[in-house]
C-alpha cells in the first residue's frame, strides 16, 4: 500500500483564482498528510493483519481487526478520497466532459446542466464534513450522485468514484468564508474531465 504523500500534478497556484494557493498547499501538506499518519498509526497496532491495498481495504472494511476499524474507515478513507480529489482537478479545467462519460451522464441526468444541478444540490446539502460524488453502482452500473459524510469512500458502499467533490470547511473556507456555495461554483472551473473520463473507462473497459 502507497501510504506517502502523492506530489500534486501541477503547482499550489495553479487552481488559482477558483481555489487558492494557501488553502491547497495547507490542504495537501497537512489534512492530506494527517490522515497518511494516522492510517499508518493505526495499521501499526496490528502488524499481524496483512494489510492489502488501499482500495481493498476500503471497499471490506469488514476485514479490518475491530479495535482501528473506525480509524481506518475515516484516515484511509481520507488518504483515498484527496488522492483522487487532487488528480481530478487541473489549471484551464472545466466545461463539459465527452466521451463515453459525456454520452452516458446525458443518458442518465438527461444533459450536463441537469446533472450538474444535481451535483450542486448535493454538494450544497451535506450537513457538516463529507463529500459529494459521482460514482458507478457496482451492482447496476449506472452512474449515481451521492452525498457521504466524513471521509466515508464510495468503495465501501458497492460504488466505484468517479469523481468528488471535498466540501468539508477546510477545503474552502481561506476563501469562501460560510459561502460553500460559491465554492461549489467555482470547482466546475478546475475539474480535470480528461480524468473523470479515465476513472470510468476504467470500469466499464
Ligand atoms: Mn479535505
Known sequence: MQLTLPSLPYSYDALEPY?????????HTKHHQTY?????????????????????????????????RTA??????????????WNIM?????????GKLGEEIK???????SFQEIFNTQAKSVFGSGWAW????NATGNLIIGGLSNQDSPLSYNQTPLMGLD?????????????????????WHVINWDMVEENYRAVIE
Do not use: C
Open 72 to 85: 481506518v474507515r475515516n484516515n484511509g478513507g481520507g488518504h483515498f478520497n484527496h488522492s483522487l480529489f
Open 36 to 68: 497518511i499518519n494516522n492510517l499508518i498509526a493505526a495499521l501499526e497496532k496490528h502488524p499481524e493483519f496483512d494489510t492489502p491495498s488501499l482500495q481493498d481495504l476500503l471497499i471490506d472494511l469488514s476485514t479490518v481487526p475491530h479495535d482501528i
Open 90 to 98: 487541473k489549471p484551464n479545467g472545466g466545461g463539459k466532459p465527452h
Open 107 to 113: 443518458k442518465t441526468f438527461g444533459t450536463f446542466e
Open 19 to 27: 481555489i487558492d494557493a494557501q488553502t491547497m498547499e495547507i490542504h
Open 167 to 187: 466540501v468539508w470547511e477546510h477545503a474552502y473556507y481561506l476563501k469562501y468564508q460560510n459561502k460553500r456555495p460559491d465554492y461549489i461554483a467555482a470547482w
Open 134 to 137: 459521482l460514482s458507478i453502482d
